[in-house]
């Protein structure tokens, strides 16, 4: 993860929808955890960003994004919150960080041309 472009992924899109949509208003509420795990895992919201430089991050890092929902008003009952307890409840996936220069595949040499001469005087 040397390279800082495309390292941000934001999850905002995993929200929760009424069905029916009765027009209550939802709030959502992101938390992650996991992310305390590496320097390289910064998080805000419900984005998670992934960057390092450092070899030494290298690892593999399980991560769980939690999305506390609240309905504002459901008529005579008030609002209802909703918090994930378990994993099952949760998006949990697991971030990879490589060390490039581990992974890389480097081609064999070639030299042209093919042959080299060296004249004296």
């Given at each position: 993860m040397y390279d800082p472009?495309?390292?941000s992924h934001d999850f905002t899109s995993a929200t929760y929808t009424?069905?029916?949509?009765?027009?209550?208003a939802v709030s959502n509420s992101w938390t992650?955890?996991?992310?305390?795990?590496?320097?390289?895992?910064?998080?805000?919201?419900?984005?998670?960003?992934?960057y390092t430089t450092a070899k030494a991050q290298?690892?593999?890092?399980?991560?769980?994004?939690?999305?506390?929902i609240t309905i504002a008003s459901n008529g005579p009952?008030?609002?209802?919150?909703?918090t994930p307890s378990t994993d099952?409840?949760?998006?949990?996936f697991t971030i990879v960080v490589t060390d490039p220069c581990e992974t890389a595949t480097i081609n064999a040499l070639t030299f042209s041309p093919s042959t080299v001469s060296v004249a004296d005087g």
């Open positions: 472009t495309n390292v009424q069905v029916p949509d009765c027009g209550w992650w955890e996991g992310v305390d795990a590496s320097p390289a895992l910064t998080s805000s919201g419900a984005a998670l960003s992934v290298k690892g593999s890092y399980e991560v769980k994004l939690s999305n506390t009952a008030g609002s209802t919150t909703f099952s409840e949760k998006t949990v």
